[in-house]
């Protein structure tokens, strides 16, 4: 029966530890198209709503910055990369879609059917 305690206790504090991890996140957009401040206002959007204070943002222009687009190996814009926590994670797009960007970035929140409240 211990044992079995210890086991709980062990999974309670990974779901802790889990739940105060960081987020660093690199947004690279090409300029500020229509698009490219989309996938900004998005992102930030998803990161206040399920990472409030847990995450470190960057946004990073591939025209004004094209050695961090090179170094970063993107080849669309935008793209979102997930530095930390482990592992890296690299998503393409608007980030519209809530419930991928949430999976890319292996948030997952609640069940398996995650509900967007931004979406009602």
């Known amino acids: 029966m211990n044992e079995q305690k210890d086991t709980i206790q062990e999974f309670e504090e990974a779901l802790k530890r889990l739940s105060q991890e960081k987020y660093v996140l690199r947004l690279f957009v090409a300029g500020m198209s229509p698009k490219s401040l989309q996938a900004i206002e998005n992102i930030k959007r998803i990161c206040e709503t399920y990472l409030a ?54 948030l997952h929140i609640g069940t398996t059917e995650t509900v967007d409240p931004l979406k009602r």
């Open 53 to 106: 204070g847990r995450y470190q943002l960057e946004v990073i222009d591939v025209y004004q910055q094209p050695i961090l687009a090179k170094d970063g190996q993107i080849v669309a814009a935008p793209t979102l990369i997930k530095e930390l926590p482990l592992p890296l994670r690299k998503l393409i797009g608007s980030m519209s879609d809530t419930r991928r960007v949430l999976v890319g970035m292996d």
